[in-house]
């Protein structure tokens, strides 16, 4: 099982996801021409999309699951309250379903929507995702345990947030329960996760007013590196750049992980 996330943040989200027998999208918040393109960055287009899976029904995860559907007939899986607008089959949360060689489970995260992480298998190596959500309390890590590879919501510097341009009334919203993942509470969840597996951490969501990739993966490998876990791959998705494939699964060898992020020969940022 690979994965890449194809673009995050308020702008749009869609993560590929592949197994040996096909691929599939989470959240598909862009156009279906943008999908497109960013497909073709990590060589694959949308002929090898069997199903997309919706996390919530907030735009910047579903605008583009209309015209997939137009298009190429895929199908779209949802827990309930996420997706009935979008026609989509309606999965229990908590009970694995199969899709694209893949068992998934949908379980339910808090946010101001009715909002689900999700967890895939391909029977021996684990992904959990959970990229909008304004708590991480015990249950959801608990069903996050155990995963090889997760992708967490790290939206915002706390104190960037405080003092940035925002209203009062969005600040409250955005730090409150129902709304989105701090930087630091990231990297209290990547503690937390740390011993049970994990191998690679991809930082999700980041805001570009209140966030930025090296704010978000210093502040989390920082906190890991300090408990003895600075072998876990930390790396930030990005709005409009797919990830590099993740291998699920790949062993931690690298003694000390330094991360370097070059779009086309350009170094985003780098974080030792
Ligand atoms: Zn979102
Ligand atoms: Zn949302």
């Not at 060589?43 to 605008?63: E, F, K, N, P, Y």
């Not at 989509?88 to 992480?117: I, Q």
């Not at 600040?171 to 994990?198: M, T, V, Y």
Request: with cysteine; hydrophobic share 40%; aromatic share 4%.
């Amino acid at each position: 099982m690979r994965l890449s996330v194809l673009s995050s943040g308020s702008s749009g989200n869609a993560t590929y996801i592949e197994s040996v027998e096909g691929g599939l999208l989470v959240d598909a918040g862009l156009p279906c021409r943008r999908i497109e393109s960013l497909l073709a960055h990590i060589g694959r287009s949308l002929d090898d999309i069997g199903a997309v899976l919706v996390t919530h029904g907030h735009a910047d995860h579903t605008s583009g699951v209309r015209s997939l559907v137009r298009e190429r007939g895929v199908e779209v899986f949802a827990a309930p309250g996420a997706g009935e607008r979008l026609g989509a089959t309606r999965v229990p949360p908590e009970e694995a379903f199969e899709v694209c060689g893949l068992s998934a489970t949908f379980f339910e995260v808090p946010h101001d929507s009715l909002t689900y992480g999700l967890r895939l298998s391909d029977g021996e190596r684990d992904v959990a995702m959970a990229t909008d959500l304004g708590e991480a309390g015990p249950e959801v890590l608990r069903r996050m345990r155990g995963a090889d590879t997760v992708v967490l919501e790290a939206n915002h510097d706390p104190v960037w947030l405080r003092g940035g341009p925002y209203s009062a009334r969005l600040k409250r919203r955005i730090s409150s329960r129902d709304g989105h993942l701090s930087n630091r509470q990231a990297a209290e969840a990547a503690l937390a996760l740390a011993p049970h597996g994990l191998k690679d951490l991809v930082l999700a969501h980041l805001s570009k007013t209140n966030n930025s990739p090296a704010r978000a993966c210093g502040t989390v490998h920082k906190a890991l590196r300090e408990a003895g876990h600075g072998t876990i791959r930390v790396r930030a998705a990005i709005a409009g750049h797919p990830t590099p494939w993740v291998e699920v699964g790949t062993p931690l060898e690298i003694p000390e992980y330094l991360y370097r992020y070059a779009v086309e020969g350009r170094q985003l940022f780098e974080i030792e």
